[in-house]
């Protein structure tokens, strides 16, 4: 079971880093994925009241990754964490299924109080290099969260925010799909740059076939 979760959160860094170019690349190389795989341990000891022994599983994680992932966080399928350096998640945060997030990002608490008091993060959002979610807000499936935003109420479903606090900068839904690394937009018809290039290409083959067709008349 436990290499199954792993080899689909390969295939999740193959599908959605571009810099990764093989699995055995990914399984050597990259700390997220070696971080997720040693909170797999430590949150087994956690959940089995071996609290301490939790603990220390997960503080070798931090030396050996620079990711710091407390075993109480529950985190979801295909989690990536990409570059991983400075990467905190507190004890009580959740985090979904194809979530995907960058170096220095913290899932962090404002609160001392026991209870609930990280963040839940939901499906398939995106957490930008530097960006601090904070306190126990919920941030809805398919979330942009620019580079460096803090994050310290709850975000909508579809919704990209950036800046400090952090703000919409647009309500379209468009990750209903999957996005790209870098949070970019992975349906290439959103791309007004695309969009022309594609108007031109089609403008130089139907200018091609009539020259061709010109030329044979001529002969
Ligand atoms: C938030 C993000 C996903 C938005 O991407 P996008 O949909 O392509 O958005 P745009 O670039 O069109 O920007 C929309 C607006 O938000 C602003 N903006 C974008 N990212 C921002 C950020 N991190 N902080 C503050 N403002 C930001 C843009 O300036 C633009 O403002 P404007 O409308 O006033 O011109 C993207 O900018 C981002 O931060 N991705 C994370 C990338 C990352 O962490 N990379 C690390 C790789 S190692």
């Not at 979760?5 to 990914?26: G, H, I, M």
């Not at 341990?41 to 070798?60: D, K, Q, T």
């Not at 290439?188 to 031109?200: A, G, T, Y």
């Amino acid at each position: 079971m436990a290499l199954m979760f792993l080899s689909e959160t390969v295939r999740a860094y193959r599908q959605r880093d571009p810099a990764a170019r093989s699995n055995l690349e990914v399984a050597l190389c990259y700390p997220g994925l070696h971080a997720v795989a040693l909170h797999g341990l430590s949150s087994f000891f956690w959940r089995h009241r071996f609290y301490l022994l939790g603990r220390m599983i997960s503080h070798a994680g931090r030396f050996l990754t620079g990711i710091e992932i407390h075993p109480g966080a529950r985190l979801g399928r295909r989690f990536v964490i990409d570059h991983g350096m400075g990467v905190v998640i507190g004890e009580t945060a959740e985090v979904g299924d194809d979530v995907y997030i960058y170096h220095q990002v913290t899932l962090g608490g404002i609160s001392t109080q026991l209870g609930k008091r990280h963040p839940t993060i939901g499906n398939n959002v995106i957490i930008g290099a530097g960006a601090k979610v904070l306190g126990a807000i919920q941030v809805g499936d398919n979330v942009r969260i620019g580079a460096n935003a803090v994050v310290v109420s709850a975000v909508p479903a579809g919704t990209t925010v950036v800046g400090i606090p952090a703000r919409p900068v647009e309500q379209s839904g468009r990750m209903e799909s999957r996005s790209e690394a870098y949070g970019t937009p992975a349906d290439p018809c959103l791309d007004p740059l695309l969009q022309e290039l594609d108007m031109l290409r089609s403008e130089l083959t139907e200018l091609e076939t009539r020259i061709t067709r010109l030329a044979g008349e001529r002969v």
